[in-house]
């Protein structure tokens, strides 16, 4: 069962920060927070994930918070091509079964 | 490297048959996790095979049913098909099992049940 929250949508400039918040407040201390996006029935896109330290990587950046209970992905420099639904997922210590929320649909504004 | 297949891209049966997807994970890749994906249930998972064998199932009912191969690649069955496993159905593949493990999805199945 899905154990985050997201806002169901938001909107960004074309060339500004996008911040896409996520709740997960019963994360456990081994679990770790993922962020995958999908752009129009494709198949999700793994964007980034982390454990308890902030992370960077060419797509985008990923901030939790000192007692886990919430993140931000954020997209540096949004493009039209970023809009999408954004997906924050905390994955389980043992298994591969993610249990999607309803994401976030990220709507980037020329 | 190649990515994660599955095959066929699109399917078009009618109610009460079955249908079988397949799916191939990215090569040296063990896990293989499916999907599906309804516009009223979002994306759901429904099972996750490691080594030849289920790890762990959704909350499916038993016409869903799949299987892996020793060579890593899955099958997912479902028998006496309703209009409502109409869906986007998702193969994820990754190297192993546990918490940071990323996994790597397929374009996935377009069914249609008529």
């Known amino acids: 069962d899905a154990k985050t929250t997201q806002p169901p949508s938001m909107d960004c400039a074309e060339g500004r920060a996008a911040n896409l918040p996520c709740n997960h407040s019963t994360i456990s201390g081994n679990e770790y927070v993922y962020w995958y996006r999908q752009i129009h029935s494709q198949g999700p896109q793994y964007i980034i994930h982390g454990l308890k330290n902030n992370e960077t990587n060419e797509m985008a950046s990923l901030i939790i918070t000192e007692d886990r209970k919430s993140s931000t992905l954020i997209l540096p420099h949004a493009t039209l091509r970023d809009t999408a639904v954004y997906y924050c997922?905390?994955?389980?210590?043992?298994?591969?079964?993610?249990?999607f929320g309803t994401g976030t649909s990220l709507t980037v504004i020329p | 490297k190649a990515g994660v297949t599955q095959t066929p891209r699109y399917l078009i049966k009618t109610r009460g048959q079955q249908v079988t997807l397949s799916c191939s994970p990215i090569s040296g890749h063990r896990s293989v996790s499916w999907y599906q994906q309804t516009p009223g249930q979002g994306l759901q998972f429904l099972f996750e095979y490691f080594s030849e064998t289920q790890r762990n199932k959704g909350n499916f009912p038993g016409r869903f049913s799949g299987r892996q191969f020793s060579n890593s690649r899955s099958e997912m069955n479902v028998s006496t098909l309703e209009l409502g496993d109409s869906a986007l159905y998702l193969c994820a593949s990754s190297l192993s099992r546990g918490p940071a493990n990323e996994q790597f999805f397929g374009p996935g199945t377009r069914l249609t049940v008529l």
């Open positions: 997922i905390v994955s389980p210590y043992t298994g591969n079964q993610f249990y």
